[in-house]
């Protein structure tokens, strides 16, 4: 299919919502609108002017509007006049839907929702998002989940019609090493030159499982050599993971916000994802397209996402965490198995091109031919 504007009928008019937007949703939307643009489809982004900033939807071709991602009265306005023209709205992440619910209130423009991750929260606001949830749910012409989980969670929360969405990880390609970099030169700026290298990304927040990884970490302070953590990413318990390492005299290094993640990941030994804050996590994509062995907390996500292809651990156990890494360290066959299971596993995930040919049919199902005024 290659253009959506054939002669006497205008071209499809999409809007695609996206409220803060994690790196992974912010990547698929730029892929999305520069599949679609190239296809012939009219794309309107509709996020914080950060989020353009960071991800370039206006580079794809895109048009982009400012819409906060605070969901007062301001900020649905400004969706619902950008949403006015449009055939269709597409919506990611449960906030950016229930924003994009409000704003096509009364109105029978098709919505499309893509659920990335389960949104977590407790007490109070776990209600209130349960209460978003099956607004959401019910509201959307579909839902497209990311993982069979979220399907699942959408049909019992009252999608009329839900559905596992094609998402490539964007840009992913194979690690090549950076002549200018290479993988030596990474490890000596990390401080892990004759020590294994073992790398975590994600934002410091309570489900990313950082905590688990530190008490896991305590196991290696034991072996020789010391094993070095690098967790790269930025959040709110910074301050808090930092203390401990430090009263604990714990083997890791707390990096920030990196934009080579890709880089480290090809310098590591093993790549840890301790926590269920991703649904379809990207670390857990780089990892496998860069043939570094992943040790992984197990949840129907993870498992659907890397089959064979990780040693995976229960989740909230940081023994058998600390276990699983010393026992990769010290067996490289299974390292060498796993990363010719992963590039294996890598090669069946949807291209972006597969990504958006989905996304596509679904739009086409949900519009009628727009003859030209």
Known sequence: MSSHSPHG??????????????????????????????????????APAEADHAHGFTGVGAGHVHVPRSSDPGSVAALRAACTDADLVHAHGLH?????????????????????????????????????ERRVAKAASVVLGTTSDLVDRARRTGARDARLAAVALAGARPAAEDPDRPRSKVRAELGAIDRPLLVAAGPLDRHRGHDVLLDAARAWRGLDPQPLVVVAGEGPLRAELQGRIEAEELPVRLVGHRDDVGELLAAADLALLPGDGESRSVLAQEALHARVPLVAV?????????????????HGDAEALAAAVVDLLDDPARCDRLRHLGARQAGTWPTEDETVAQVLSVYDELTQPRPMI
Do not use: I, K, M, Y
């Open 9 to 46: 009928q205008s071209p499809l008019r999409t809007v695609q919502v996206l409220g803060g937007g994690n790196a992974g949703s912010s990547a698929h939307v730029r892929s999305l609108a520069a599949g679609l643009v190239a296809r012939g489809v009219r794309v309107t982004v509709c």
């Open 96 to 132: 950016a839907s229930f924003r994009a619910v409000l704003a096509l209130s009364g109105r029978r423009t098709p919505l499309v929702v893509t659920w990335h991750n389960r949104a977590h929260a407790e007490g109070a606001r776990a209600h209130l998002l349960r209460l978003l």
């Open 298 to 314: 197990l949840t129907g996500g993870v498992r659907e996402l890397v089959g064979d292809a990780a040693q995976l651990v229960p």
